[in-house]
T-cell receptor
Framework: ETGVTQTPRHLVMGMTNKKSLKCEQH?????MYWYKQSAKKPLELMFV???????ENNSVPSRFSPECPNSSHLFLHLHTLQPEDSALYLC?????????????FGPGTRLTVL | ELKVEQNPLFLSMQEGKNYTIYCNYS?????LYWYRQDPGKSLESLFV?????AVKQEGRLMASLDTKARLSTLHITAAVHDLSATYFC???????????FGQGTRLTINP
């Protein structure tokens, strides 16, 4: 595997379900990110992890719970979601080097909440 | 709070024409990135611009950065259908390992 991978690629869940999204980066980066992309809004940053520590939480509802067990893996645990949470969830990673922070994105998980 | 604004948000053009997408941002930064996103797909890095006056070119796309004007441009030369996609600019917040993205410009190139 190379780059940033995400599983599953598609997920349909009911509002009472609990599911998790997984992201893995094979780039040796020290930071990982969750973004939400929906039709009505631009790319929204949800969480940032730097060396496994959460450094940013952009007022995300508690029904989204991130977990970063190490610098290569990032999870997004989902529970009691709402239909408006249906979106493309993108994971990214970066390694700040020489003053720049280019982010590399995974393929995304297309989430549909019924 | 850093704001990044792109214009236009939608652009429909004919093959063979030239056009420019603009990216304005509201606070000091000398690091800017351009990404491409095809429908239903993820974001692909196109250009990294790291200083005032930086210019990068790849095929029919050319990106530039003017940090004094807080403006980046993505110029398309002699457009072809394969360039149809949504293009995002993103600005690096210095000292915080995160980017702020523009709204995206949906580009459609018609034969």
């Amino acid at each position: 595997e190379t780059g940033v991978t995400q599983t599953p690629r598609h997920l349909v869940m009911g509002m009472t379900n609990k599911k998790s999204l997984k992201c893995e980066q094979h780039l040796g980066h020290n930071a990982m990110y969750w973004y939400k992309q929906s039709a009505k809004k631009p790319l929204e940053l949800m969480f940032v992890y730097n060396f496994k520590e959460q450094t940013e939480n952009n007022s995300v509802p508690s029904r989204f719970s991130p977990e970063c067990p190490n610098s290569s893996h990032l999870f997004l645990h989902l529970h009691t979601l709402q239909p408006e949470d249906s979106a493309l969830y993108l994971c990214a990673s970066s390694q700040e080097s020489g003053g720049f922070n280019e982010q590399f994105f995974g393929p995304g998980t297309r989430l549909t909440v019924l | 709070e850093l704001k990044v604004e792109q214009n236009p948000l939608f652009l429909s053009m004919q093959e063979g024409k030239n056009y420019t997408i603009y990216c304005n941002y509201s606070t000091t930064s000398d690091r800017l990135y351009w990404y491409r996103q095809d429908p239903g797909k993820s974001l692909e890095s196109l250009f990294v611009l790291l200083s005032n006056g930086a210019v990068k070119q790849e095929g029919r796309l050319m990106a530039s950065l003017d940090t004094k004007a807080r403006l980046s441009t993505l110029h398309i030369t002699a457009a072809v259908h394969d360039l149809s996609a949504t293009y995002f600019c993103a600005v690096d917040i210095q000292g915080a390992q995160k980017l702020v993205f523009g709204q995206g410009t949906r580009l459609t190139i018609n034969p």
